[in-house]
């Protein structure tokens, strides 16, 4: 069926930077919608899900035979913590936000999880899943991804991604700097919230 947009919000242009970033908000939940849980899912395997590139690891690069494609993909990887990160190129490194991250693991890893992957270009606003026992979750919206020793190797072993956590006070702030004509609900009542901010990294992490 048809669903009616309540806001449709573009954000604010802060330190130069609009990110492509936009908040929805429709009149009643989406088939398939699973709502936003802020339990921590450090050392747990999370489902990447998105519509972007797609690649080989092993070789370090990312191959788009006919054009970059745009059908939905899934891998897993393990969440290894929570890192605050900017736009912002020098100190005070602000407006920052939470995310959580993983790092891509080699072939015969033994910490490696099952169809162990990574998001890429495209994945901006897809989530990061998890399901606690009780159902299905989204614990994090795909945000950013860094290189390999701060290199532009994104699909390389040891490379990170992002989610951004949306149950963080400083994910909101961010998101409310943003879009500060935007009612953001709380986490457990937001309805549909497109976030996609895939900047590309230079280790300008908060301490």
Not at 3 to 23: M, S, W
Not at 71 to 76: D, F, K, M
Not at 147 to 156: P, R
Request: no cysteine; hydrophobic share 35%; glycine share 14%.
């Amino acid at each position: 069926g048809n669903f009616n947009v309540v806001q449709n919000v573009e954000p604010a242009i802060i330190n130069g930077v609009r990110p492509d970033l936009r908040l929805l908000q429709v009149d009643r939940d989406l088939p398939g919608f699973y709502k936003i849980d802020v339990r921590s899912v450090v050392g747990l395997t999370v489902d990447l899900v998105g519509f972007g590139g797609t690649g080989n690891e092993v070789s370090g690069g990312f191959t788009f035979p006919g054009g970059e494609p745009t059908v939905r993909r899934r891998a897993t990887n393990r969440i290894e913590g929570y890192e605050d990160i900017s736009f912002a190129s020098s100190p005070p490194f602000e407006p920052y936000w939470t995310t959580m991250f993983y790092n891509l693991s080699a072939p015969g890893d033994p910490t490696r999880t099952a169809n162990e992957g990574g998001v890429y270009f495209g994945d901006s606003g897809g989530g990061f899943f998890h399901n606690f026992g009780d159902g299905i979750h989204l614990v994090a919206t795909t945000s950013a991804i860094d290189g390999v020793d701060g290199t532009d190797n994104y699909g390389g072993y040891g490379a990170t991604g992002y989610g951004t956590y949306l149950g963080s006070p400083e994910s909101q702030a961010f998101l409310r700097q943003y879009v500060p004509q935007a009612v953001v609900p709380e986490p457990f009542s937001l309805s549909v919230l497109a976030v996609g901010t895939l900047a590309l990294l230079r280790r300008r992490r908060q301490s």
